[in-house]
């Protein structure tokens, strides 16, 4: 993601607003290179009243500099008078003023205009704003037979006041409304003022570099009724007191720095529909969380989280969605520049959750953080290391009802016993208990998604037999040790048999633990079907007998690595995906003719040596692999294909 050189190269080539340079400056054709006039050059002139010559375009005329457009026509490149109130001639040394430069009233900001008065000869003020080295300007005048430019109130437009190109840095008043029918502030149009509140009118669409910049009094920009699409290079950079920003809807782009420096800044929403966010467009800022959406295909080097730009924030998080653009920027580097984030990235739904779990009026019990929600305990956190945990029923005569999500993540107890009075389990709830071996669910009615991810000790799991919603296809699959499954008697829709998960009414095997000791495996008269990743991962079965079962779920058998033979039932009807791919030891497969479907890498596949198993791209067939199987049956057809 890393686009751009670092800041400090860049930022040599943008406007400078502290260059230091003698009283005379001549100005070469471009108009942002400078050339400084020393004394030695004017001291062999024989009038100080006559034109001297700076070199073939630049020409010191009294207190101003200037170049022949035409034969004609001037254009005012520098001003050296000291006078306060500042009348710019319709004529100099016989030809017409009709261009003003960006540098004409000096390029350092100590110039002493408290008024100018522009004449009807200007035809073309410079786009990069002649008059932002003035800080003490009050009042710009134009003359009203001027055809371009109009002010209003002391302030410069050009004629259709599509345009704001100067509001004086030192006009009185703190307030100011942006009239209905400007469509653009100019560069450093309103820059370094006295106001404390701006209104952005409807038609707004563009705002030039530092239109906005260092208006140290300014504490809510809010430009949600405008049609801006992009907030121009530092914009609002260096406005110290700005503690909120409200953007548009219509916004597309933040470019560069366009709000650095802007140091009381803590939080921002951003649009939906924003694309790009430019190098440095944050830093300096206060905010150390932002939530980034998914339209944002580009962030450019320390838009976000950086002190300085050269020092990341240690506590920055990120919110956005993974493979995102905020997601490569948290970790995006170039060893070039010495540059590396290492942000935190959270989701944003674990963030909402994060939040909600912030939200809540904690207390702790015997080492059990809980908080009380309509009328019920919720266990939030668990802080004890007993090696046998009993959830209390109650806390302060209030029952326990619920388990938050990731409750009991990390903890190195052996066991945990969660009682019957709790009825919800929500997500994570003991995830990555790596030391947890025997888990009691004695009540509880649903048990959240991923609730026992990254159990990798858990040898023996009880389920109340009211168990409703289990919110997972493979509630066990990163269980390896699991050794049995046991559901109480009860009215949920789950059952158990010799330490084998069933729905209810058992016609679907559910889970089979992956460290059950059995060698051998002969499925229940009545079940039809082998769930999702039923078998996955076990290491111990080397025959099974699925007679009856008629569908085989997606990687049912997956990563079995001690299966050597299955026998299938006449009435087979479905192999889904992966359903006995990485079964290294089985080497031959009889199928029946009543099988309709076998999906890809069914039979016959193995992972490639790294033992990854993500992706077809890491996979290989087994050398010898036999399918005995009636010609021109489906899976003859898939034999023939592979």
């Known amino acids: 993601m890393f686009k751009y050189k670092k800041i400090t190269a860049f930022l040599m080539s943008l406007i400078c607003i502290t260059t230091t340079v003698t009283a005379v400056t001549a100005f070469a054709d471009n108009e942002t290179t400078t050339e400084t006039i020393s004394e030695e050059s004017t001291e062999n002139n024989q009038s100080d009243d006559a034109p001297k010559l700076i070199d073939e375009d630049c020409i010191v005329s009294g207190d101003f500099v200037y170049s022949v457009i035409d034969g004609n026509n001037i254009r005012l490149r520098g ?34 205009y408290k008024t100018i008065s522009i004449p009807a000869t200007v035809e073309y003020i410079s786009l990069d704003n002649p008059f932002m080295y003035c800080p003490e300007l009050k ?33 009185d008043g703190s307030s100011f409304d942006i009239p209905d029918g400007v469509e653009t502030l100019g560069i450093a149009s309103i820059y370094n003022t006295k106001l404390t509140e701006i209104k952005f009118p409807s038609s707004l669409e563009t705002t030039e570099r530092f239109a906005l910049g260092d208006n140290l ?28 920003i409200i953007f548009p809807d219509t916004l597309y782009e933040i470019e560069l720095g366009a709000f650095m420096d802007c140091s009381a800044l803590e939080e921002i929403t951003l649009p939906d529909d924003l694309t790009y966010i430019g190098q440095c467009a944050f830093t300096g800022t206060n905010i150390t969380k932002v939530i980034i959406p998914d339209s944002v295909t580009d962030i450019d080097y320390c838009a976000f989280g950086y002190i300085d730009t050269e020092t990341p924030m240690s506590d920055f998080v990120i919110v956005g969605s993974v493979n995102s653009a905020a997601y490569i920027y948290a970790t995006d580097k170039d060893d070039d520049y010495d540059y590396k984030n290492n942000f935190t990235f959270i989701t944003a739904e674990a963030y ?60 190195t107890s052996e066991e945990i016993i969660i009682p019957e009075s709790v009825k919800n389990i929500d997500k994570l709830a003991f995830y990555s208990c790596t030391h947890l071996k025997n888990l009691t669910i004695k009540g509880a009615e649903t048990i959240g998604e991923s609730a026992f991810a990254l159990c990798g000790a858990l040898e023996n799991i009880t389920i109340s037999g009211n168990c409703q919603i289990i919110e997972d296809d493979e509630p066990f699959i990163s269980c390896q040790n699991l050794q049995s499954i046991t559901v109480t008697d009860g009215d949920g829709i789950y059952s158990s048999e010799n330490g084998v998960l069933y729905n209810k009414d058992k016609t679907i095997l559910l889970a089979y633990p992956a460290s059950k000791p059995d060698r051998e495996f002969k499925i229940p008269s009545g079940i039809k079907e082998i769930s999702v990743s039923a078998f996955y991962g076990n290491s111990c079965l080397e025959t099974v007998d699925l007679s009856g079962v008629e569908r085989i779920g997606a990687y049912a058998f997956e990563d079995s690595k001690s299966l050597k033979k299955v026998v299938f039932s006449d009435s087979l009807k479905t192999v889904e995906i992966y359903a006995f791919a990485g079964c290294p030891a089985m080497d031959s497969i009889r199928v029946p003719e009543s099988v309709e479907t076998i999906s890809d890498y069914s039979f016959g596949y193995k992972f490639d040596d790294s033992g990854n198993s993500a992706g077809t791209e890491n996979m290989t067939t087994v050398d010898g692999f036999k399918i005995y199987a009636e010609k021109d049956s489906e899976a003859y057809q898939y034999a023939k294909a592979c």
């Open 79 to 112: 001003c050296n008078s000291t006078e306060t109130d500042l009348v710019i001639p319709e004529s100099i040394d016989g030809m017409t003023v009709t261009e003003l430069s960006g540098k004409a009233f000096g390029s350092t900001p100590n110039q002493p």
């Open 139 to 171: 009042e710009i005048t134009v003359s009203p037979d001027n055809t371009e430019y109009i002010t209003e109130d002391g302030i410069l437009y050009t004629k259709d006041k599509s345009l704001l190109i100067c509001y004086p840095a030192e006009k």
């Open 217 to 244: 009094r300014i504490e809510s920009l809010d430009l949600s009724s405008t049609k801006v699409s992009t907030i121009g290079a530092f914009t609002c950079s260096g406005c110290t007191s700005l503690t909120e």
């Open 352 to 411: 909402a959750e994060l939040s909600e779990y912030d939200a809540l009026d904690k207390d702790v019990y015997n080492g059990f953080e809980y908080a009380v929600i309509n009328g019920e305990a919720v266990i939030t956190r668990y802080y004890g290391g007993d090696v046998i945990v009993e959830v209390p029923s109650e806390i302060n005569d209030i029952p326990v009802a619920r388990i938050y999500t990731s409750a009991f993540g990390d903890s």
